[in-house]
């Protein structure tokens, strides 16, 4: 997806997130779609360890829906970043 690392690069600026690392890949609405049993997904970000994140996009959206799509990820990976958002293999906090 054209753009996608000018994009999140502004993002954390923006939000003012230094030290985070984050590898965009590709990733096809089916492979996203089964990550959450069949619900289609545009993209999600995983935390692989500290400061170090994993973005999936999809990369048949266009630019209009990545920027919000990819705005959308950045503010669950700064609620990550200040532990507001906690997630355990059982709940989200």
Same mark, same amino acid.
């Given at each position: 997806?054209?753009?996608?690392? /000018?994009? !999140?690069?502004?993002?954390? $600026?923006? &939000?003012?997130?230094?030290?985070? $690392?984050? /590898?965009?890949?590709?990733? $096809? #609405? @089916?492979?996203?779609?089964?990550?959450?049993?069949?619900? @289609?997904?545009?993209?999600? +970000? !995983?935390?692989?360890?500290? %400061?170090?994140? @994993? &973005?999936?996009?999809? =990369?048949?959206? #266009?630019? /209009?829906?990545?920027?919000?799509? *990819?705005? %959308? =990820? *950045? +503010? %669950?990976? =700064?609620?990550? $970043?200040?532990?507001?958002?906690?997630?355990t293999p059982n709940? !989200?906090?």
């Amino acid at each position: 997806m054209a753009y996608a690392d /000018t994009i !999140v690069y502004k993002g954390l $600026e923006y &939000l003012n997130l230094q030290d985070i $690392e984050i /590898t965009l890949l590709n990733g $096809e #609405s @089916t492979a996203l779609a089964k990550i959450m049993d069949g619900q @289609t997904l545009s993209a999600f +970000i !995983v935390r692989n360890f500290a %400061h170090n994140y @994993t &973005l999936y996009i999809d =990369e048949d959206i #266009s630019r /209009t829906k990545a920027i919000k799509i *990819l705005a %959308h =990820e *950045l +503010i %669950h990976l =700064e609620q990550k $970043e200040s532990k507001i958002l906690i997630i355990t293999p059982n709940a !989200v906090f």
